[in-house]
């Protein structure tokens, strides 16, 4: 049965660390995306440049609530915890950059609306032009066909920000990665209950590393530990 957008509440989860020149202008843009009931849940990943002083004063009367960390976790850590809080009826991560945009929580959602979907990413490689450095997209796609032997699934970016899941199925999965292992880990585990992960294509705006991009080298050898190790 086809649902209408009114009758969801979608919980957008922004795990966040050094985002000081970010975080008020994506947060703007999160609350003007056409979703009409949202939850915006910021998590705080105890930033160090003045990320948390901005939180206190400019976003935590514009989002439904923001947590502190006290100690650096990592993005998976950070999302744990944006889980935990969730309440909404379905769940989505959106990155405290600019690379992928709110608008399109609608295009995520479409799947779900029609009943076609519990869980759906939003694939930056499905019908769309590569952009971003080439050694992440050759690392990205070759950790996502590997992630694909092992879960049987035919993703084309199994490591995209945007994946959006009904809120009871993530509270129900125990999240072990602090990091950017949180990826195929979550996807393994996602597909080990049985569940088809559907596909959409979204847009790409990537940022260079002087602009504040984080995933390094070091997670991409992680990625294939995870892969191996939650299957």
């Given amino acids: 049965m086809k649902k209408n957008i009114e009758d969801i509440t979608l919980s957008i989860v922004i795990p966040c660390y050094n985002e000081k020149d970010n975080i008020e202008s994506l947060v703007k843009r999160v609350l003007a995306s056409p979703v009409p009931n949202k939850e915006i849940i910021v998590v705080n990943d105890k930033s160090t440049d003045g990320t948390d002083e901005i939180l206190k004063t400019v976003i935590e009367p514009m989002v439904s609530k923001v947590i502190h960390h006290t100690e650096n976790g990592g993005k998976g850590a950070a999302l744990k915890t944006g889980f935990q809080h969730a309440t909404g009826d379905y769940v989505i991560i959106q990155d405290a950059d600019h690379e992928y945009d709110p608008d399109e929580y609608v295009k995520v959602l479409e ?14 490689f499905l019908k769309s032009k590569a952009k971003g450095y080439i050694a992440n997209r050759l690392a990205n796609r070759f950790l996502t066909a590997f992630s694909n032997i092992f879960t049987h699934e035919h993703l084309t970016d199994m ?21 950017f292992g949180f990826e195929p880990e979550i996807t393994a585990k996602i597909a080990d209950k049985g569940f088809k992960i559907v596909e959409v ?21 992680r990625a294939i530990i995870c892969i191996l190790k939650y299957h």
């Fill in 159 to 179: 490591e995209t920000c945007y994946k959006c899941i009904k809120r009871e199925i993530i509270q129900s999965i125990d999240i072990e990665e602090k990091r």
């Fill in 111 to 124: 799947p779900i609306l029609e009943g076609k979907a519990e869980v759906v990413f939003g694939s930056r």
């Fill in 201 to 221: 294509p979204i847009s790409y705006a990537p940022r260079t590393i002087k602009e504040g991009k984080k995933i390094g080298f070091k997670d991409g050898l």
